[in-house]
């Protein structure tokens, strides 16, 4: 079998592995499956609700602090997911053997994203309608920005799987360390005004560049001093090809992995 071949093979068998998600995740509903976009929205304002007093002050950048949480917001709920959804899925038992884990991580890879990737489009149209301003200055930054988000989230997930399955004691910070990478990614702040030695315990997070390169694409003039997508892509590319050859070497170890 040619690469191509085997290419076609294998993105058919992850096309089937995401309707068989949607079906199997959500028990075949669709309210279930619009449940897992419509989930973020809801945190959104519950965010908006919770800093009620500073309605009469202005965000960092922007007009509102709607539109301000939700360009990092929603990038940092979906690389959690994402990732987490990645990390079991390689770690799953499968029933066939001719299945790999790789395939599976995949599927929960690219439906995760498409599934934030909806969530952010109805969070500014909604915002839209209510009269913010939510056309973003430069989509093809915005756009770039994202993937790089889903980038960083399928490599987390692929190591995250592999240190589960080395040192499976792990399991037990796991939700502690994502905890604090999600709260350390910059969505209710901009970097470049944090206490500069906080600033540079912060700019170690991955998801910090993400965040700020999203909103140097949608906000007008706004320029993040401290991006650096060099660091950015090269913990990604690092983070997967370390991911994808742990999954190899240690495929037997995956299949008596337990489920996460």
Known sequence: MNIAASAKLQARVVFALIVQRIRTQHAGSRAGYI????????????LKFAI???????????????????TGVVIARGWR?????????????????????????????????????????????????????????SPLICIAAFLAAALFSFGFGLMLALLLTAAPGISHFQHIIMLVIFITSGFSMIIDRVAPQLRQVLLWNPLVHCIEWFREGFYKGYVCA?????????????FILCGLAGERVTRHHFNRAPIR
């Open 35 to 46: 449940w897992a976009i419509l989930e973020p929205i809801i945190w959104i304002f519950v």
């Open 52 to 70: 009620r007093g500073k309605d009469n002050n202005h965000p960092p950048i922007g007009t509102s602090y709607e539109v301000f949480y939700a």
């Open 81 to 137: 997911t994402t990732s987490q959804s990645v990390a079991r899925a390689v770690r799953k038992r499968t029933k066939s053997a001719l299945l790999f884990r790789i395939d599976a991580a995949y599927a929960a890879w690219l439906l995760n994203t498409a599934t934030s990737a909806v969530a952010m489009l109805l969070i500014l149209f909604i915002l839209g309608l209510f009269g913010y301003d939510v056309m973003p200055n």
């Open 226 to 238: 401290n991006l650096d997508l060099f660091y950015l892509f090269s913990v990604s590319i690092t």
